[in-house]
T-cell receptor, first 110, second 116 residues
Framework: QKEVEQNSGPLSVPEGAIASLNCTYS??????FFWYRQYSGKSPELIMF????GDKEDGRFTAQLNKASQYVSLLIRDSQPSDSATYLC??????????FGQGTTLQVKP | EAEVAQSPRYKITEKSQAVAFWCDPI?????LYWYRQILGQGPELLVQ????????DSQLPKDRFSAERLKGVDSTLKIQPAELGDSAMYLC??????????????FGEGSRLTVL
């Protein structure tokens, strides 16, 4: 079992729809959770972080965390073609090490 | 805007040859990371420096890989000898403090290695 698991996709949604990206993790002691976006051929960039159970909203992005279920998600409202990218979930282990999932590729079709 | 500088952007080499990558982090960032990203996978941490000290190199294949950050600023990652399986993107990242505090890593553009 991988420490951070994501469905590799691709996840395809029409423009204007809500895209839902999911991530599970295995270390119950994990405290910090992050979503990075990576465009093809580019390096990752941080778009959201969440530390507490519940929802955190930033513009069109909402991160959701459920520590009991060891589950993190990212919702993108009003998806745009420019949102097409790979989304990497990253989790800080109880030891402090940041572990990345394999990423989910999102395709937003006009 | 401050950026993490990496070179070379692309490197093609034959197996058994030596290869080196260089990284200059954002000024003032004490923590520097080298990640390897194989196509279709997430980044995997190879080594983490806090200033000039190695904090984590548990996933660094030490028989062929070495990394240094002598003055606590720029860093070099070396592979000798290169193997076919080393073909990947090598990403350098920096942060003002450890990832366990903010998780906000600033990545360079990466060095893509192809081993023939």
């Amino acid at each position: 079992q991988k420490e951070v698991e994501q469905n590799s996709g691709p996840l395809s949604v029409p423009e204007g729809a809500i895209a839902s990206l999911n991530c599970t993790y295995s270390d119950r002691g994990s405290q910090s959770f992050f979503w990075y976006r990576q465009y093809s051929g580019k390096s990752p960039e941080l778009i959201m972080f969440i530390y507490s159970n519940g929802d955190k909203e930033d513009g069109r992005f909402t991160a959701q965390l459920n520590k009991a279920s060891q589950y993190v998600s990212l919702l993108i409202r009003d998806s745009q073609p420019s949102d097409s990218a790979t989304y990497l979930c990253a989790v800080t282990r109880s030891t402090g090490k940041l572990i990345f999932g394999q990423g989910t590729t999102l395709q937003v079709k006009p | 805007e401050a950026e993490v500088a990496q070179s070379p952007r692309y490197k093609i080499t034959e197996k058994s040859q030596a290869v080196a990558f260089w990284c200059d982090p954002i000024s003032g960032h004490a923590t520097l990371y080298w990640y390897r990203q194989i196509l279709g996978q997430g980044p995997e941490l190879l080594v983490q420096f806090q200033d000039e000290s190695v904090v984590d190199d548990s996933q660094l294949p030490k028989d062929r890989f070495s990394a240094e950050r002598l003055k606590g600023v720029d860093s070099t990652l070396k592979i000798q000898p290169a193997e076919l399986g080393d073909s990947a993107m090598y990403l350098c990242a920096s942060s003002p403090q450890g990832a366990q505090n903010t998780g906000e890593l600033f990545f360079g553009e990466g060095s893509r290695l192809t081993v023939l």
